[in-house]
């Protein structure tokens, strides 16, 4: 495995646990919201995995913006060691 596929499929893998962790802590949010009169074993299954869900999503899309933000910044980056060497200010 290359050095660059090991850093996508980090990158993945840390994407979707960040989503998932962030749909829990919603779903911990909505259980303490909702009134236990009105949430039901039933409701409260669907509802658990609706925020699995998002939460898979959230990190998908996650990976997305960052996988788009890497191939992007080859576009914006400075000249770096191998540039040549920018001209000198006038004042020097």
């Keep these: 495995m290359s050095k ?4 996508i499929v980090l990158c993945a893998v840390g994407s979707v646990v960040i989503g998932v962790l962030a749909a829990q802590r919603f ?3 909505f259980v303490k919201a909702v009134p236990p009169a009105f949430l039901t074993d039933i ?12 939460g898979f999503g959230l990190g998908v899309m996650i990976f997305g913006w960052t996988l788009l933000a890497v191939v992007l910044s080859r576009f914006f980056r400075d000249g770096g060691p191998g ?6 200010a006038e004042g020097e």
């Design 83 to 88: 540039a040549p060497p920018s001209p000198p």
């Design 4 to 7: 660059r596929l090991i850093g």
């Design 27 to 29: 779903f911990g949010l």
């Design 43 to 54: 409701n409260k299954g669907a509802a658990h995995s609706f925020f699995f869900a998002y």
